[in-house]
């Protein structure tokens, strides 16, 4: 029988309830010391909640747990981390206008001088960095790095701290996938150096390629643990949702039609004077989806509030169908809408929810003047209800029940709020920004499909996604942006995930070289 010690982590009937929702229900989850353990499950399944017992931001309302062997129930993060657990999480805590040595040292001087704390800091991260390839410049701020070094970061802080276990929640989301290789490199040697690694991912390609174990989590429980070499993506799927999922994408050829959607030399301008969207061309016809790919932060966001209203351009012009936006004559979210155009922002709690909000006024937001919700100069609060309830049941947002504030929600269901507000509606353009991010297996298969059928229904399609999979299981066509310019454009037919990543780095790979499908900037 294996011993306890060889374990990093034990949990025995951990439970944990917040009001009426059973969080956690009776979990039991053994972590081998030294492996790569993997963690699964729809949204609202639980996982986020398991992992902060572990680090100590909740506390468990039973059950027991162990450290290296040794019984452990910390009250707060710090005495999670005295215990030798690090936790990366997926929005990075970082000071953006320190530097990476003074973003490692915060918190953790271990000496009255400054001078001395950054000293021995700096000795320390430089082996850190040669042991386990996490090379950062130590000096340059934090708001200098690419995402991919700012991640290194995160696991440099923990190591300094002495982490002997490692959560990592949702690693990949904001990597090209050249750097989602270089990070499973460095949990590798991590692995090799006998650090425990929990994995917390949507993506059943990552899990299966990087962990030994995996454990599925399903409305709060533990539905299995297997070992990942006798398992896979099928399977995966089935446990989590509980059902068969189709993995595939199924969606015939394109017909496009005329364009709905046509950008001319379209720029913006910040208030600091950075050019965020550079002279960008391109159209979307009808009955097409065009994906643009690109690593987070390279002018996909602007793009999408440009046109969706959110911001005046600087230059240039884009055409709804025969309605024009320029520089000159600007159109507000409100026009726009008007003009056929449906928009599901990319940060959903900054542009698309208002958290205090209920649910059914929440999926009105936005258009909460058209007829069917008002009855003169009044809400027609029966039919908004109404709307709602139906709207929630087709698109199985959970729990179901309008009344709800938009908070209570899990950030896929709150997801699946937005986009079913504006799909809903039928829009001729459909901009569609992060569609399944923060969402579900199974929620992932109903938007997608949803996705096609817009296509299939004449619509023009225009997805940003940095899931490079989500981008080449819809796209027709895939746009490539690079710090605020489009420098490529290929068929989806024609394109992989080796060949989307070189593009995003701005390397034209050489099958494309001489196709007239190089850089527009």
């Not at 000496?111 to 410049?137: C, K």
């Not at 991912?201 to 030994?212: G, P, Q, S, V, W």
């Not at 055409?319 to 026009?335: F, L, M, N, T, W």
Request: glycine share 10%; net charge negative.
């Amino acid at each position: 029988m294996e011993q306890v010690d060889a374990y990093a982590i034990e949990l025995q009937g951990i439970d944990k309830r917040f009001g009426e929702v059973h969080a956690n229900r009776h979990i039991d989850l053994q972590v081998r010391q030294g492996s790569i353990h993997g963690i699964v499950g729809e949204n609202g399944a639980g996982k986020s909640t398991l992992m902060s017992i572990i680090y100590g931001f909740y506390q468990a309302d039973a059950g027991q747990m162990r450290v290296f062997g040794q019984p452990f129930a910390p009250h707060n993060s710090q005495a999670a981390i005295a215990a030798g657990i690090g936790m990366v999480h997926q929005h990075f805590m970082l000071v953006n206008n320190f530097t990476v040595l003074e973003n490692v040292v915060l918190g953790a001087e271990g000496h009255w001088s400054m001078g001395v704390s950054l000293s021995r800091a700096r000795q320390a991260l430089e082996s850190l960095a040669r042991d386990y390839g996490l090379e950062v410049p130590l000096d340059a701020k934090i708001e200098d790095l690419p995402v991919g070094l700012q991640q290194r970061v995160e696991i440099l802080k923990a190591l300094y701290r002495g982490a002997r276990i490692l959560i990592l929640d949702e690693p990949t989301g904001v990597l090209t996938p050249q750097e989602a290789d270089h990070l499973f490199a460095i949990l590798g040697k991590l692995k090799e150096q006998g650090t425990t690694v929990i994995l917390i991912t949507h993506k059943l390609r990552e899990i299966l390629a990087i962990t030994d174990r995996v454990s599925v989590m399903r409305r709060g429980e533990m539905v299995a643990h297997v070992a990942t070499c006798d398992t896979d993506k099928e399977q995966l799927a089935e446990l989590m949702v509980g059902r068969k999922v189709r993995l595939k994408v199924d969606k015939a050829e394109a017909n496009p039609g005329a364009p709905l959607l046509q950008v001319q030399g379209l720029g913006y301008q910040d208030g600091a004077g950075v050019r965020r969207v550079k002279s960008v061309s391109f159209q979307v016809r009808a009955g097409e989806v065009v994906g643009i790919a690109g690593v987070s932060g390279n002018g996909q966001s602007e793009l999408l509030s440009l046109l969706g209203g959110i911001l005046a351009p600087s230059e240039g012009q884009f055409q709804i169908g025969a309605h024009r936006v320029s520089a000159e004559a600007p159109a507000d979210p409100r026009q726009v809408r008007h003009y056929g155009l449906g928009h599901v922002p990319e940060d959903r709690h900054k542009m698309g929810l208002i958290n205090r909000f209920e649910a059914q006024e929440a999926f009105i937001l936005g258009y909460h003047q058209l007829p069917a919700y008002n009855q003169g100069l009044l809400q027609d609060k029966a039919a908004i209800l109404a709307d709602c309830q139906a709207k929630m049941g087709k698109w199985d947002v959970r729990p179901p029940l309008p009344k709800a504030k938009t908070a209570n929600f899990s950030g896929g269901n709150q997801q699946k709020l937005v986009i079913a507000r504006e799909v809903e509606q039928n829009p001729d353009v459909l901009l569609i920004g992060q569609p399944t991010r923060g969402v579900d297996i199974g929620a992932i298969e109903y938007i997608h499909q949803q996705v096609v059928a817009m296509r299939d229904k004449g619509k023009a399609v225009l997805l940003v996604s940095v899931e490079l999979e989500e981008i080449l299981a819809l796209a027709d066509r895939i746009l490539v942006m690079v710090d605020g310019a489009i420098v490529g454009e290929v068929a989806a037919r024609e394109a992989d995930e080796r060949t989307l990543g070189l593009m995003m780095a701005n390397i034209m790979p050489e099958h494309l070289q001489g196709t007239g499908q190089e850089s527009q900037a």
